[in-house]
């Protein structure tokens, strides 16, 4: 049997007192580094120096070793590790430093930290980032946009990918000028890209929906219009899938709650929901052998007063 996830009221209560321990723990580090300071001597000898650093660079290594396989998976347990060896390299480079100042070799300790451990630093971290929000191209629907979404040939075209332009042409029976016209004008608004190998590939975007209220005239109607199909289209997938939600097996999930939450709060899921989506469609360049296409949908809306039957 599954294990039901912890109450609402207990993850509060495990994130309160850890907030609670992080903060004592800083508080209580003021005296006792003020304390090391007044107390330690500048000059100890001790034992095992050697089997000190040769641990902390294997430890090192194989953190770099694991970052790597992980993140090339954008596996997010990649995020707490990419950030360990940062945190790592910083230490490396304030211990080479600090240690070997009075050293004929300081100066190269200090080269090493500037233009190696610390710049390498900032680069896991700011890849722990990226994998952590996976970020992707961020804008609003345009009239260029729209047009090609009234235009079928580009779902013919773009349901085909990944794939070669002959190939696209002989999938979907389109001539191969009117698909290379189609793979250029998706290139150009930052739907596809196209590798080495000649091979067009979908590249995963936010995309906002327009507001009608910045187009004037036809351009607002056509706006409007666009917005008013594309929720008749989604009220008629729901219910499309609703009427065969028995048929999909292992390949369907739906969850429905309920929540009071402030304006800040909801920006706040909006925003790590969109983050963990983004993360998904970001997690692999290459198609799967057994993968499908899923149609994911997320709205969040004050409900009426009186729930329409």
């Known amino acids: ?38 107390t330690l001597p500048d000059r100890y000898d001790t034992g095992q120096w050697r089997a000190a650093w040769v641990g902390f660079d294997i430890a090192l290594l194989l953190c770099f070793a694991a970052g790597a396989w992980l993140g090339s998976r954008r596996r997010r347990a ?27 070799e300081r100066w190269t300790s200090v080269a ?61 029976g389109l001539d191969r000028t009117e698909v290379t016209a189609c ?14 190998q000649g091979t067009w590939t979908s590249i995963p975007q936010d ?8 187009y004037d005239g036809a351009d607002r109607a056509r706006v409007t219009a666009f917005l008013d199909a594309k929720y008749a289209n989604e009220v008629a997938l729901l219910s499309w899938a609703a009427a065969h939600r028995d048929e999909f097996g292992p390949w369907s999930t739906a969850q429905r709650t309920s ?7 909801f920006r706040e899921l909006d925003t790590e929901y969109r ?12 198609p799967a052998a057994d993968e499908k296409e899923l149609s994911v949908r997320f709205y969040a809306f004050p409900p009426p007063e009186t729930v329409p039957s």
């Open 1 to 38: 049997m599954a294990r039901a996830p912890p109450a609402p009221n207990v993850v509060i209560m495990i994130r309160r007192i850890l907030l609670t321990l992080l903060a004592g723990a800083a508080v209580l580090l003021v005296p006792w580094t003020v304390y090391l300071a007044h």
């Open 78 to 104: 990649a995020v707490p590790l990419l950030s360990a060896t940062a945190a790592m390299l910083c230490c490396d480079a304030w211990f080479d430093v600090m240690l070997g100042w009075t050293s004929a």
């Open 112 to 172: 090493l930290a500037v233009f190696v451990e610390i710049p390498v630093a900032v680069l896991l971290a700011l890849a722990a980032r990226r994998l952590l929000s996976g970020a992707m191209p961020r804008r609003t629907v345009n009239l260029r946009d729209i047009a090609m979404r009234e235009d079928p040939r580009y779902h013919r075209v773009t349901r085909e990918l990944p794939g070669g332009a002959e190939e696209i042409a002989r999938r979907t």
């Open 183 to 196: 793979l250029k004008t998706l290139q150009e608004t930052g739907f596809v890209r196209r590798n080495r």
């Open 207 to 214: 995309l906002r929906e327009p507001s009608p209220d910045d």
């Open 259 to 265: 929540t009071r939450l402030t304006e800040e709060e």
């Open 275 to 286: 983050e963990l989506i983004a993360r998904y469609c970001q997690r692999r360049r290459r």
